[in-house]
């Protein structure tokens, strides 16, 4: 008896630290003037305390991308009328693999302003706004509808709030910028344009220096100054486009045609066709003050070597910018830029102080043409992805998954032969040997290259998913296997929600109930969610496999419940919730509300076996990619359910 009461007791404590009710957000909704006048504008201010570790999706992305966009709805009357649309006040920009595009977020703190003409001093302002949260940690995602009203007579003036939300920088991405710019430094060292200066400058500097000490001093100069021109540009260009332009252009088809263009450009560049050069006019005033001597002309000379090297350097260079200036950020900016002039000023510095280096380096020759060929291969391949974005944000169908696919095999096959000397360009010079190096990254090429040729029948290419179009855009499939199953009646609502990987099951509790009484089998509820990544992830990773999807189709009716689905109800269908008091009239208020009033909890995913007379037949699980686990999960609840145990 006393193990009995245990286990239960035990049942009970595993079941309750999944029920909680989260609600990880405040919302302070303010006006700011408190009595305007008739002809007034004024500004509706949202503002968002958002608790450590969660963040709050924004209003300004795609909502066909998947997450859950912020919405607000005003009711109308004529006391008011909407200004424009409403703005996300500085969100924060991240590209997910798994969404496969980009979105906007706020982390603890979120601001989005909408501004109102006021036609009436007696007016009403209402409506809702319907939002979603997500765990950083757990990967829990929450969907809420909240009201807000100002009565005819509005509250008293709030304190200013600020037009900008500061949330802290992200310090991983901050790092990944600064690594990823540090390594973009180091490839623009191994160009014909750079390359062939480092012992050159080195030497002047030992030269022309009194003492060793005096040489590596004016070293030193030359590398700071390196990093303060590239810093200081990184910063005006950031502060001048990346704040604003990019960030409201990071989507647009123009935008994105542009820099597909640009970076064609770059790549014929690399290539041989022409060369991107600055007015020699400008490069011989700069040259001119280099001779000055003093900390100016170091400062001058080492401004020189970068427009010397604007040939080699800027398509690097610029590319590095696209790529960090579209989140918006003038600090990533500045990073980015302070990151590659590192690796740009280092070996500057480096051979002055240990001039004996400059023996072992390898001499200038056809190598350094190669490593601009490469690059033009790599930019070449790179510009198919702005081109993609484009395509998916218009649905012009130019770019489907398959022909991305194709013109990256045609792209890294032909990088693969210019390795190993089968394709030559009118740049290179003739030679029968290829190095050690060439030969190894020859392997690497074609490796990567063979790889991607399922893709062209359908294999996901998850490690590429952050790359290639979505698999809705591929038009045929033949890898996929449908993993089947039965229902006892057409399900409800197939015209806009699907299963993955071929499952058959239901969108509608009642309807999913009847059949599993009809069948005798227990019932799978996936509380889901239309924007939840971590819903997405377990579907891709743990339900994909073999042995789950076995057990899902075979031995459970299914029932996906999405909770942030807005399709409305007819009237006849609605009620009042017994939980908020508020009417729910939507699928995705009313599975909300389900799965709060019956197991009280409100994050997805949260999955749920329940028998005929809806019963637990086993403690709810939440998000755990331990495949072996939910294999273990689905096994225990149906030996619960032949066996006739409940919790």
């Known amino acids: 008896?006393?193990?009995?009461?245990?286990?239960?007791?035990?049942?009970?404590?595993?079941?309750?630290?999944?029920?909680?009710?989260?609600?990880?957000?405040?919302?302070?909704?303010?006006?700011?003037?408190?009595?305007?006048?008739?002809?007034?504008?004024?500004?509706?201010?949202?503002?968002?305390?958002?608790?450590?570790?969660?963040?709050?999706?924004?209003?300004?992305?795609?909502p066909d991308l998947g997450p859950l966009v912020t919405e607000f709805t005003f009711e109308e009357n004529d006391s008011y009328e909407l200004v424009g649309e409403i703005a996300p006040i500085d969100p924060k920009k991240k590209y997910d693999s798994l969404w496969e595009g980009e979105y906007t977020y706020f982390k603890k703190e979120g601001l989005f302003i909408q501004k109102v003409k006021i036609l009436n001093e007696d007016f009403k302002i209402s409506g809702t706004h319907f939002y979603?949260?997500?765990?950083?940690?757990?990967?829990?995602?929450?969907?809420?509808e909240d009201e807000f009203s100002f009565g005819d007579?509005?509250?008293?003036?709030?304190?200013?709030?600020?037009?900008?939300?500061?949330?802290?920088?992200?310090?991983?991405?901050?790092?990944?910028?600064?690594?990823?710019?540090?390594?973009?430094?180091?490839?623009?060292?191994?160009t014909p344009c750079v390359y062939p200066m480092i012992p050159i400058t080195v030497s002047i500097f030992l030269k022309q220096s009194k003492s060793k000490k005096e040489g590596i001093g004016k070293a030193l100069l030359y590398g700071l100054s390196i990093i303060v021109f590239f810093s200081l540009l990184g910063f005006l260009i950031s502060l001048i486009w990346g704040f604003t332009a990019l960030n409201e252009l990071s989507t647009h088809w123009l935008f994105n045609l542009i820099i597909f263009s640009v970076f064609i450009l770059f790549a014929l560049s690399f290539f041989g066709l022409f060369e991107i050069t600055l007015p020699s006019s400008l490069v011989t005033k700069i040259d001119r003050q280099a001779d000055r001597g003093g900390l100016i002309g170091i400062f001058f000379m080492a401004?020189?070597?970068?427009?010397?090297?604007?040939?080699?350097?800027?398509?690097?260079?610029?590319?590095?910018?696209?790529?960090?200036?579209?989140?918006?950020?003038?600090?990533?900016?500045?990073?980015?830029?302070?990151?590659?002039?590192?690796?740009?000023?280092?070996?500057?510095?480096?051979?002055?102080?240990?001039?004996?280096?400059?023996k072992s380096m390898p001499e200038s020759g056809g190598w350094l043409n190669s490593v601009k060929v490469v690059l033009g291969f790599l930019e070449l391949a790179l510009a198919l992805k702005f081109l993609s974005v484009a395509d998916l944000a218009y649905h012009w169908g130019i770019l489907d998954r398959e022909v991305f696919i194709a013109l990256w095999i045609a792209i890294f096959g032909l990088l693969g032969l210019y390795l190993i000397g089968k394709l030559k360009l009118k740049s290179d010079t003739d030679s029968d040997k290829i190095s050690v190096v060439r030969l190894i990254l020859a392997v690497i090429t074609f490796t990567f290259t063979i790889s991607l040729i399922p893709g062209l029948w359908g294999a996901p290419l998850k490690s590429l998913s952050g790359f290639l179009p979505p698999m809705a855009t591929h038009n045929f499939n033949l890898l996929q296997e449908e993993a089947g199953g039965t229902t006892c009646e057409d399900p409800k609502y197939t015209n806009i929600l699907h299963w993955p990987h071929g499952l058959q099951g239901y969108f509608d509790y009642e309807q999913a109930l009847a059949c599993a009484k009809e069948q005798n089998k227990p019932l799978f509820i996936d509380f889901t969610g239309h924007g939840?990544?971590?819903?997405?992830?377990?579907?891709?990773?743990?339900?994909?496999?073999?042995?789950?999807?076995?057990?899902?189709?075979e031995n459970f009716v299914l029932v996906a419940l999405y909770v942030d689905d807005r399709t409305k109800l007819p009237q006849n269908s609605w009620y009042t919730s017994t939980y908020d008091g508020k009417t729910k009239k939507t699928i995705g208020q009313q599975n909300a509300d389900f799965q709060i009033t019956r197991f009280n909890n409100n994050a997805q995913p949260f999955y749920v076996i329940l028998n005929e007379d809806e019963e637990l037949l086993i403690a709810p699980r939440a998000y755990d990619l331990s495949v072996s686990g939910f294999v273990d999960f689905l096994d225990k609840a149906l030996e619960n359910h032949r066996n006739d145990t409940v919790l």
Do not use: H
């Open 1 to 62: 008896m006393k193990k009995l009461v245990f286990f239960a007791s035990l049942v009970l404590l595993v079941f309750a630290s999944f029920s909680q009710v989260l609600k990880p957000i405040e919302w302070e909704v303010t006006l700011s003037d408190d009595s305007p006048k008739s002809g007034d504008e004024i500004e509706v201010r949202f503002k968002a305390k958002i608790e450590k570790d969660w963040y709050l999706y924004s209003s300004d992305f795609d």
């Open 132 to 144: 979603q949260v997500c765990s950083d940690i757990d990967g829990k995602c929450i969907p809420f």
């Open 153 to 190: 007579k509005p509250a008293g003036k709030t304190d200013d709030l600020k037009k900008k939300a500061n949330p802290e920088e992200d310090q991983g991405s901050l790092w990944s910028i600064l690594i990823t710019a540090f390594l973009a430094g180091l490839v623009a060292l191994l």
């Open 303 to 358: 401004i020189t070597l970068v427009l010397v090297s604007f040939s080699c350097t800027f398509p690097i260079v610029g590319t590095a910018l696209i790529n960090t200036l579209s989140g918006g950020s003038i600090l990533e900016g500045t990073m980015a830029m302070f990151g590659f002039s590192l690796a740009f000023a280092i070996p500057f510095t480096g051979f002055a102080i240990f001039p004996a280096w400059l």
């Open 532 to 553: 939840c990544v971590n819903c997405r992830e377990m579907e891709q990773r743990v339900w994909s496999d073999p042995e789950v999807l076995k057990r899902l189709s």
